[in-house]
């Protein structure tokens, strides 16, 4: 456990958050793998078909992720007021609830997945394969809700490190097993879908058998778990909404997965792979958002508000320095990225155009997210998700379908993204600067 009331506001939040990076990092490998492995030996079509399913992954996740985050702050707020009765309430409740919703989802997906890719118009050629791929992705939500589950109880007592050490090994696991599939034995696209279910399930149980060992008092024993509607109620009121914020992210990204997939086979590789690596672009911001969530909730619970101030600050200075780096690399050398996923020039030409354009806003993203944590971290998570649905049903999608429609055809798809990004940030600031000077005038009265 680790108490985030205490030291250096910069340093705290950075080595809290840099193991949630690096497992966020090997998180992100997961798909990756896949869809390196199924581009270079299986070609671009299949790689097509991964790349829209991996859409499907990403709103799968995202509900898993939502979900759970309510119960790691309430877990947070509860351990910085040091009465663990209650974070064993909110563990079980959370864990309870986790189970029963994974297994709705798997059971409709797997039904459906057809269905699914037919209403976003994958290609006719690409339909049999991605289904494949899909139906057992979903099998996969099972292991993948328990595990992220866990992981936020983890998180939301201060352990960032066991979490990362776990996804590492099943990392591995997954590109080994990956490989094995897919040249060895040439399950194809199923190779790849049933390596990375392999890998989320080992993650579930290392992450169980750990907390058995090192929190026996957290410990999740499936005969003794107890729903308290209470903490379910507040542990809803927080999750909801970032779940929610999370579902109709995924939701736009589909819809723009939908206009792509008009574009053709080389227009949907291209944004597999470019996408592939915004997605690990992206991921230092997002890790800060997310350390932010607990840095606050922690030290709200403490009742330490001047120190979440200056722990945001500390964290949006660290973010926009680090997200302005990568976006040099990327601009500078886009054709090396994409050419790890699919060496066809009508796919490296594609994917290089969005990169260029998108990377170049990374800061903007880095900004928007962690005030998102810091608004997460306050229980205020209605706004992010105003703002996070706002921005992209009203700006980044219209922006999208609109420019598509021009000469400038895929290409002002990617140029809505950033459109996006400003506007969700812009709602943000507004709100969080209007919490301050709330807290300000408290403090002066």
């Given amino acids: 456990m680790k108490d985030l009331t205490q030291g250096s506001e910069l340093k705290t939040i950075f080595y809290f958050s840099l193991p949630i990076l690096v497992g966020n990092l090997f998180q992100q490998l997961y798909n990756v793998a896949d869809s390196v492995i199924v581009g270079n030996f299986l070609g671009k079509e299949s790689l097509a078909a991964v790349g829209f399913s991996y859409q499907i992954n990403f709103l799968l996740i995202a509900l898993s992720t939502g979900i759970s985050l ?20 909110v563990v ?32 006719e050629n690409l339909l049999t394969i ?43 696991i997954n590109i080994v097993l990956d490989i094995f599939f897919v040249t060895a034995l040439k399950w ?4 790849a879908a049933a390596a990375t279910v392999a890998a989320q399930t080992f993650s579930f149980i290392t992450c169980m058998l750990y907390m058995r060992r090192r929190y026996p008092d957290l410990f999740i024993r499936l005969w003794d778990l107890q729903l308290d509607r209470h903490e379910l109620k ?22 723009i997965q939908f206009l792509i997939n008009g574009f053709g086979t080389d227009c949907m590789a291209a944004y597999a792979a470019a996408s592939k690596v915004d997605s690990f672009a992206e991921m230092p911001a997002l890790n800060l958002g997310q350390a932010m969530t607990n840095f606050t909730a922690q030290n709200y619970g403490a009742g330490k508000i001047d120190r979440v101030i200056r722990g945001g600050k500390s ?11 990568i976006s040099i690399v990327i601009c500078l050398f886009p054709s090396i990225f994409i050419s790890l996923f699919n060496r066809d ?25 962690i005030l998102n944590g810091l608004l997460l971290g306050y ?43 400003l506007g969700g940030l812009l709602i943000r600031f507004l709100y969080f600067r209007h919490i301050a000077r709330k807290q300000a005038a408290l403090k002066e009265a």
Avoid: H
């Fill in 188 to 191: 194809g696209v199923a190779g």
């Fill in 345 to 369: 020039p009508g796919v490296v030409q594609i994917g290089n155009g969005y990169l260029r354009t998108v990377s170049v806003f990374y800061l903007i993203f880095a900004a928007m997210q």
């Fill in 234 to 255: 507040k542990s809803l009121v927080i999750g909801t909404p970032a779940m929610l914020q999370q579902v109709f992210v995924s939701v736009g990204f589909m819809s």
């Fill in 379 to 421: 229980g205020k998570a209605l706004v992010p998700m105003i703002a996070s649905i706002g921005s992209l049903c009203l700006l980044q999608v219209p922006t999208a379908i609109l420019l598509s429609g021009t000469e400038l055809a895929y290409r002002g798809i990617w140029i809505a993204a950033p459109v996006g990004w």
């Fill in 70 to 89: 309510g119960a790691s702050v309430l877990i947070s707020r509860y351990f910085g007021a040091r009465d663990m009765r209650q974070v064993k309430k």
């Fill in 130 to 172: 991605a289904d494949t791929y899909l139906k057992i992705i979903f099998i996969g939500v099972i292991p993948t809700f328990a595990y992220n589950s866990l992981t936020n109880i983890l998180r939301g007592v201060g352990d960032s490190k066991t979490p990362t050490y776990i996804l590492i090994a099943a990392t591995l």
């Fill in 315 to 325: 964290a949006l200075a660290m973010g926009v320095g680090i997200s302005i780096l």
């Fill in 92 to 123: 079980d409740t959370g864990f309870l609830f986790s189970a029963v919703l994974s297994l709705t989802i798997a059971a409709a997906g797997a039904c459906f997945s057809y269905q699914i890719l037919v209403l976003f118009r994958v290609p």
